[in-house]
């Protein structure tokens, strides 16, 4: 019998890189964790990775064949391999990612963004099926953006395309501080961080009573804001409102670059569904020129599962084959 | 000796249509025009245009052999070949503008909008050639821009991308109100006519003296502005500054959306040269994230000149033979 051909989906976080062996139709055979700010160096965490999943495909039954590496990570740079100083990782610099890979393997080593991979992720195996304009937008502690445009995912000139978590909302310099050193970006608005601000920006202009007036701004995160949302919580409800409404305003601006056919919402905040989508919905629609009004589908990413990232990074080799 | 190979570039306007035989270098062969508004019906208005175009085909000594029709049209939409709700013309609804075309010719007939037509001509004659990312802003009456993403004009799903005139400068649906409906687009502040709305508001705010308090609104256009600033009139000066800041702002937004390597103004507010390109250049550079500063070109178009459009239009045929 045929080896089962897998793709190695690896996601590269802050606390945890995870990988899996994944095949085309979006099955996760096997999948497996390492600490990645245990290893001081890039080479000895490629080193461990790398006979982590060697170890991990010998445990798979019926045997794997494994067609490449495909990796997402933050300020991965898919035109030179590297992971460019990446703010939550431990390796600073550029780090030749896909060159250190190479020592181990000559199977293609394909390395981007969170987001990109993500948005790799939704046209392989998720809601863009057919679909050849689209944009994916991740909402974590951050927000990231994945273009596609004509079936094949926009790198642009210098391979940083799909930032739009660092555009601003409003002219002026002015607005919330940003991780970037900028003031006002979309990220600081809209993201599991920028819904925590709007709230506490929200209990202190109101005095309706919540039960998250309890909570230090460094206990409350997105899911106790949603789950206080769903229970009727007026601080709560008005703070998703009002990032719905910022995402809405800016994603009318992405409809009027690239015209896609639709925009996914993918991670944390995305699960918080209606929450979130229509406010978003309904402040996009508002801005929109005329000819793009009720022709843009709004929707959550249909890899919105704790697997998607991984599904994602494989997702990489997949769609580099039909190349 | 084999007849000289052009395309026709057509540039359809509000008031004029003028029509071009360009060849391979760019070189414009001959050059007519006719009245738009003249012609009550499409159908009435192609045979006209296709009539003089052989005609003026037959005066070329040389001999042409003709390979295409390329038009550049307000709301041309490549997809469909027709010319849909466009505001300036004389025929309304969805014109199916190829269709009509193909009944005198079997050649192809490439349709898009004016924006984009002066992408495909920065690429193929202009300061693009050999650019695979780039951005052109035409300014003229409004603001319209055509984005280039790996090579090739983007579309979207609709045919509607590249529409940056009409996204909005700040949230909250507020600002100027616009053409098209909306109110705060960009195109309202960033264009011809929204050069002359900002002087006439620093006019109503400042008492400073100036030469342009002595005309009437409607008497004055881009071109006085400009001649003013040259001169040092202070108001036109700081519209300029602030035009070319609000342009720069949202310019930022399309590096970080597409990443080009150059983004082109064109038309007519880009012939003033340092005193828009100069602030636009210093506001995006203040909003881009790090990773894109003094990386991105912001340069005036080198086809700017009275047969732009023709050439941008004749350029589709040539760009399409590559495809």
Redesign the interface.
Known sequence: MPKKETAIGIDIGGTNTIFGFTDREGNILAEECLKTAQYGTAEIFVSALYKKIQAAGEKIKEGVEIKGYGIGAPAGNINKGTI?HAAGLPWKGIVPFARIFHKYTNLPVIITNDANAAAVGEMVYGGAKG???FVVITLGTGLGSG?V??G?L???????????G??????G?SGRVCG???KGCLETYVSATGLKRTLLKIMADSIEPSELRKLSFDKIDSKIICNAAKKGDPLATRAFKQTG??LG?KL???V??????AIFLFGGLALAKDLILDPARESME??L????KG??KLLESLLNTRNAAVLGASSLIWSNEKV
């Open positions: 460019e679909m050849k304009n273009f445009v004509d094949k926009v790198y642009g000139h210098l391979g940083f395309a799909g930032e739009i660092h555009t601003a909302i409003k002219p310099l970037c050193g900028k409404q910022i305003f009318a601006d992405v009027a670059h690239t015209n896609p056919e508002e801005n020129l005329g000819i793009y022709k843009v």
